[in-house]
């Protein structure tokens, strides 16, 4: 049975999960990693303002100006034909870099939960081993983002739990190619869906809380999102001797 298989079979397999379990061990465990979460978000937020940036330049650039007559309706036009050329590559590379990010956080929220001194390595997955891996799958995220949106919104509520599952299962198996990452992300978040989402509406609420903060406290609370994701696959695949493949980087199949 190769790896693919094992982490099927685990997920076909899953017991019962509770509700009320999920959103305590959420908080039990964001109290000791708050502050892992904060960095965390300010580099996605970070490299999404840099991003978004840098595409605004180049459609301006791109965009036709008369120094004379200043900005025309042809060049505004112009301007957003740009602008919706580039939103594509411009979601790509920010999926790309959340996910990396993302899963790093939850290498780290796993040495945390098991009382291990954390390497707090954010940009683990940015090496030149696992750029090529997390590209693909930060298109194949942007791809059915972008597509489940424009189809009247409602795929999207259905999509965005396996979608959400992408990060932790590379950062739980990364020796799996991206194919095999979508699938058992799809295949987890399928099976575990209804309580998926609830966990995340009622963390995305809590987070809310952070407005309270003048904005500013949202980079604290955001990260409550992340944790149910982790805490689910926690208890549906377990870790158990999946800390060995993140050093030698082979399939070995997990005993949890």
């Known amino acids: 049975m ?20 999920i959103i305590n061990d959420t908080i039990e465990l964001y109290k000791k990693v708050w502050l892992k979460g ?33 900005f025309s309706t042809d060049m505004l036009f112009n301007f957003m034909s740009q602008n919706a050329i580039y939103s594509l590559p411009q979601t790509i590379l920010v999926s790309t870099l959340s996910l990396a990010f993302i899963a790093a956080f939850y290498r780290i929220c796993k040495q945390v939960d098991a009382n291990e001194n954390s390497s707090d390595d954010y940009f683990y997955f940015l090496n030149k081993d696992s750029f090529k891996k997390v590209l693909m799958l930060g298109i194949i995220h942007a791809t059915i983002s972008t597509v489940s949106q424009l189809l009247l919104f409602v795929p999207y509520i259905y999509a965005y739990v396996p979608l959400a599952y992408f990060a932790i299962v590379l950062a739980e198996n990364p020796d799996l190619n991206e194919t095999d990452i979508v699938k058992a992300s799809f295949a987890i978040g399928n099976k575990k869906w209804l309580i998926t989402f609830g966990c995340l509406f009622v963390t995305g609420i809590m987070a ?31 870790f158990g001797s999946y800390s060995e493949i993140d050093e030698i980087g082979m399939g070995d199949n997990p005993d949890a």
Do not use: W
């Not at 303002?49 to 459609?59: H, N, S």
């Not at 809310?208 to 149910?228: D, K, Q, R, V």
């Open 38 to 70: 904060f960095l965390l978000m300010l580099l996605v937020m970070i490299s999404a303002v840099i991003i978004t940036f840098a595409f605004r330049l180049i459609g301006l650039a791109a965009s036709p100006f008369d120094i004379n007559n200043g």
């Open 2 to 21: 190769n790896h693919l298989e094992n982490l099927l079979k685990k997920i076909n397999a899953a017991k019962q999960l509770e509700f009320g379990n």
């Open 208 to 238: 809310m809380l952070g407005i309270l903060a003048c904005g500013i406290g949202l980079l604290f609370t955001l990260p409550l999102i992340y944790l149910p994701i982790f805490l689910i696959y926690k208890e549906v695949v377990g």
